[in-house]
T-cell receptor, first 116, second 113 residues
Framework: GAVVSQHPSRVICKSGTSVKIECRSL??????MFWYRQFPKQSLMLMAT?????????EQGVEKDKFLINHASLTLSTLTVTSAHPEDSSFYIC????????????FGEGSRLTVL | SQQGEEDPQALSIQEGENATMNCSYK?????LQWYRQNSGRGLVHLIL?????REKHSGRLRVTLDTSKKSSSLLITASRAADTASYFC?????????????FGKGTKLSVIP
């Protein structure tokens, strides 16, 4: 199946710094990528939909100035957590829509963010 | 908001037994998908069932969909220790953006060797 690479897998940062997470589709072009947040032992919460060449669409309650999303190419979307605080600590997962008509999404391995 | 609900929240079985997980949703859907997540990892797509389908099979997996009850079940037959993971259902709601999925809370399956 298609491969989505997410980097870094783990990051620890100090409060107030910004962290960038990359999501790459390695063997297919992804016009649409999705960013999720997952708290321990909970489900995935959709944060935003990232469309190549246009502004991301954020879900209700997600601060767009806090979570900057850029989808500059058909294979790369980035999520930047700006001025991170301990409450931003979470597991962030991206997914990319594949090229098949089945609606299947391919997920990255996730990025564990810990803000001290 | 998350509308998919799986039950049970946790399931522990012996290797070789079958595992059944259920998922309910609230409004009409385009399709329903099941995903697997190993601890601390990303999600792996298992199977997709469309709203006009009632049953699908893939290897040891069997998924059913009852749109009148707004529910689905995932059956894993002859379970193996390697099946230990969390299983999520995700629904694509009618009228939602293309490929937008709403995930349930998941069932944590433990298969004891």
């Amino acid at each position: 199946g298609a491969v989505v690479s997410q980097h870094p897998s783990r990051v620890i940062c100090k409060s107030g710094t910004s962290v960038k997470i990359e999501c790459r589709s390695l063997d297919f072009q992804a016009t649409t990528m999705f960013w999720y947040r997952q708290f321990p032992k909970q489900s995935l919460m959709l944060m935003a939909t990232s469309n190549e060449g246009s502004k991301a669409t954020y879900e209700q309650g997600v601060e767009k100035d806090k979570f900057l999303i850029n989808h500059a190419s058909l294979t790369l979307s980035t999520l930047t957590v700006t001025s991170a605080h301990p409450e931003d600590s979470s597991f962030y997962i991206c997914s990319a829509r594949g090229t098949t008509p089945t609606g299947e999404l391919f997920f990255g391995e996730g990025s564990r963010l810990t803000v001290l | 908001s998350q509308q998919g609900e799986e039950d049970p929240q946790a399931l522990s079985i012996q290797e070789g037994e079958n595992a059944t997980m259920n998922c309910s949703y609230k409004t009409s859907i385009n399709n329903l998908q099941w995903y697997r997540q190993n601890s601390g990892r990303g999600l792996v797509h298992l199977i997709l069932i469309r709203s006009n389908e009632r049953e699908k099979h893939s290897g040891r997996l069997r998924v059913t969909l009852d749109t009148s009850k707004k529910s689905s079940s995932l059956l894993i037959t002859a379970s193996r220790a390697a099946d230990t993971a969390s299983y999520f259902c995700a629904v694509s709601y009618s009228g939602a953006g293309s490929y937008q999925l709403t995930f349930g809370k998941g069932t944590k399956l433990s298969v004891i060797p």
